[in-house]
């Protein structure tokens, strides 16, 4: 049996596999002033899904009081809560779905639900009339998503509902990233009549909110007339997705690992499950301590690339759950057991971005950094 001083000293230093995540933290707190200078408006920073990846506490704390920053936005209720326990002042505006039975913790916690159903609605304006005190929602507003926020009629029934107060109107786009901004009939310019026509409505209705948001991070760089009093950029703040038109977005996240194996393989040997490739010369090949049960997505296979030494080298046969392979035979005798791999991001000047991987692996950006394994260390700098 360990003794409790070996146990300590593990449980202190658990990660003992080379491969982790690193994250610039700098790029993120410029790519959020460099989005809301652009766009001449603050922004909710999305922090949902754990900040695509990337942390949701680390990256609320390091945006938390950055001037062009208004607070963040957030999927989950539970993802609000864990932002207030960790110190997070700022507002936090949950946009659902799935808020009932978190009411009181939306009211405890200072939460702004974003609201697209009647029913959330009610049981919302039941508790602030309980509570004596109206209680602050913005109200998300179905233009042709199709999925969340109310239509036309239902607008009409909203002052019936004392027990809160409507502080936002907000939209979703479905087209921002395709659509050309200059064309009045795209699919983005069509929910923003739709839009506009919603508040008038409300405004006929006595109803003029002090806030309206409509841009996700396409419609924010993309769409000046998105932009409103907020934009809600989630993907861009991470360096991914739309270019900003102004300025180089910085990617934020650097998935690396370490060589800890190198061996020589004969003409003719296969590597990996399927034996899908074969060695067409005597081969060198790196064996990593990484695979898809940490994110780097076996539909790679026969298409991945990894930097070592600031070159691009191939993934070879099958990347498997725990183990991946690249042939390093070019580099001779100048690559080494612990030398750097890149599997996402940059060295010394040569880069994988996100982009790129997602398309090899045809995935959306999103789901690239989103899929990273909670097994996969982050290191913040």
């Known amino acids: 049996m360990s003794s409790p001083a070996v146990i300590e000293a593990v449980t202190a230093n658990p990660a003992i596999r080379p491969t982790r995540v690193e994250i610039d933290l700098g790029a993120v707190r410029d790519n959020a002033d460099l989005i809301a200078r652009i766009c001449g408006v603050d922004l909710y920073a999305v922090v949902k899904a754990d900040a695509y990846g990337h942390g949701a506490i680390p990256v609320a704390r390091t945006l938390a009081g950055v001037p062009g920053v208004a607070g963040f936005a957030v999927s989950l209720v539970e993802e609000g809560t864990q932002l207030r326990a960790a110190g997070i002042d700022a507002p936090i505006l949950v946009m659902g779905p799935a808020l009932a039975g978190g009411e009181e913790e939306i009211h405890a916690c200072r939460l702004t639900a974003m609201i697209g159903d009647l029913g959330d609605l009610e049981r919302l304006s039941q508790l602030g009339r309980r509570q004596g005190a109206p209680i602050p929602v913005h109200i998300k507003v179905d233009t042709g998503m199709g999925r969340l926020g109310m239509l036309a009629d239902q607008l009409e029934r909203l002052p019936h509902y004392d027990g809160v ?161 690249v042939d390093v035979t070019d580099l001779r005798d100048a690559v080494r057991v612990g030398d750097e791999v890149v599997l996402l991001g940059t060295q010394a000047g040569a880069a994988i971005p996100t982009g790129e991987l997602a398309e090899q692996a045809s995935v959306s950006p999103y789901e690239v950094t989103c899929g990273v394994s909670k097994r996969v260390p982050r290191v913040y700098g």
């Open 165 to 325: 107060i409507v502080e936002g109107i907000a939209t979703h786009f479905a087209c921002a990233e395709t659509d050309d901004p200059d064309d009045p009939d795209c699919a983005t310019n069509q929910q923003l009549a739709r839009l506009d026509a919603a508040l008038a409505r409300l405004a006929a209705l006595g109803i003029r909110p002090q806030l309206v948001h409509a841009a996700n991070s396409a419609g924010a760089l993309r769409f000046p007339a998105a932009r409103r009093d907020r934009v809600r950029a989630g993907i861009a703040v991470y360096g991914n997705g739309t270019p900003a038109p102004d300025g180089q977005l910085r990617q934020a996240m650097r998935f690396v690992t370490e060589i800890v194996q190198l061996r020589t393989l004969p003409e003719g040997a296969s590597v990996g499950y399927g034996a899908l490739w074969t060695a067409r010369r005597p081969t060198r090949a790196a064996i990593l301590p990484v695979g898809y049960a940490d994110g780097f997505p076996r539909r790679l296979t026969g298409s991945a690339g990894a930097l070592v030494g600031g070159r691009r080298f191939p993934v070879i046969g099958a990347i498997s759950m725990d183990i991946t392979v």
